[in-house]
């Protein structure tokens, strides 16, 4: 049972537009939602967080929408760059001294 | 600050073979976990330790064994390596001053 979802296994965008990465989830008691940021022949890197309390947190060039109702979160990338590619994988837990369960993942690819 | 690191980079295995994958943090984290990572499956849970002397079982623990006697080594031990386990295994270890959890730089692990 998939509890975290990432339903696009790829991306594409142009350098400067908006890139939008979305993860769906099944468990209602999730209260805490991260992306990681992944390079290849590299582990996972922390992007950004959610809590359950909150709709939006951004940092940046980065901005994740939380939809509780929808079970539902996005990733905005805004503008994107090159650099920005990558596979990015969206995950959540159920309390603080749970466990982090991940979605399958999303390769962006920004093109120049 | 080394912060996790996971030896060996790369290893092939042949069916029927053991091995055991390192994990060392230096950041005094309790908890520590091991995931793989299969193309379309994204990062799994395969076990994790909330401490010393106690662990437990993630999503995919068939196949393979954990001990804890340090805060620093979590070990991932494969006792009888099948084709099946062939993927990227990731150590990770959580800071509980925050929600984010720091990643190992990988193994991949071939078995023939």
């Known amino acids: 049972d998939q509890q975290v979802k990432q339903n696009s296994p790829s991306l594409s965008v142009q350098e400067g537009r908006i890139s939008i990465l979305n993860c769906d989830y099944t468990?209602?008691?999730?209260?805490?939602f991260l992306w990681y940021k992944k390079y290849p022949a590299e582990g996972p890197t922390f992007l950004i967080s959610i809590s359950s309390i909150k709709d939006k947190n951004e940092d940046g060039r980065f901005t994740v929408f939380l939809n509780k109702s929808a079970k539902h979160l996005s990733l905005h990338i805004v503008p994107s760059q090159p650099g920005d590619s990558a596979v990015y994988f969206c995950a959540a837990r159920r309390n603080q001294g749970g466990k982090l369960i991940f979605g399958q993942g999303t390769e962006l690819s920004v093109k120049p | 600050n080394a912060g996790v690191t996971q030896t060996p980079k790369f290893q092939v295995l042949k069916t029927g073979q053991s091995m055991t994958l390192q994990c060392a943090q230096d950041?005094?984290?309790?908890?520590m976990s091991w995931y793989r990572q299969d193309p379309g499956m994204g990062l799994r849970l395969i076990h994790y330790s909330v401490g010393a002397g106690i662990t437990d079982q993630g999503e995919v623990p068939n196949g393979y064994n954990v001990s804890r006697s340090t805060t620093e080594d979590f070990p991932l031990r494969l006792l009888s390596a099948a084709p099946s386990q062939t993927s990227v295994y990731f150590c990770a270890s959580r800071d509980p001053a925050n929600y984010g959890y720091t990643f190992g730089s990988g193994t991949r692990l071939t078995v023939v």
């Open positions: 950041m005094n984290h309790e908890y």
């Open positions: 468990n209602s008691m999730f209260d805490y």
